[in-house]
Nanobody, 122 residues
Framework: QVQLVESGGGLVQAGGSLRLSCAVS????????IGWFRQASGEERDFVAA????????MYADSAKGRFTASRDNAKNTVFLQMNSLKPEDTAVYYC???????????????WGQGTQVTVSS
């Protein structure tokens, strides 16, 4: 099992930036993928980005491409989501999650953090 704790959310104006962190502990393995998802009020939880723990390969939702960047610091057991050019529609609770496969499929992620709120004002 993998334990995940998100931090870094907050209130930001449109056009601003935030960097989310996901502290990873527990059983890490070579195929581990850390995904970022978000859930706006009344909406489903949607894929945002994913990064492979060991190799660093990334993938992004269309809404995140060009604005968000996933990275990791293996020495600190932390994954980051740098979010630039934020828009009001990016407002959501952001979650990091762990999967055995490199995927954007929400149900493929077994372990989840508690989430961190991101609010973008217009």
């Amino acid at each position: 099992q993998v334990q995940l704790v998100e931090s870094g959310g907050g209130l930001v104006q449109a056009g601003g930036s935030l960097r989310l962190s996901c502290a990873v502990s527990g059983r890490t393995f070579s195929s581990l993928t850390i995904g970022w998802f978000r859930q706006a009020s009344g909406e489903e939880r949607d894929f945002v980005a994913a990064i492979v723990w060991s190799g660093g390969s990334t993938m992004y939702a269309d809404s995140a491409k060009g604005r968000f960047t996933a990275s990791r610091d293996n020495a600190k057991n932390t994954v980051f989501l740098q979010m630039n050019s934020l828009k009001p529609e990016d407002t959501a609770v952001y979650y990091c999650a762990a999967s055995h496969s490199f995927s954007s499929w929400r149900l493929g992620y077994d372990d989840w953090g508690q989430g961190t709120q991101v609010t973008v004002s217009s």
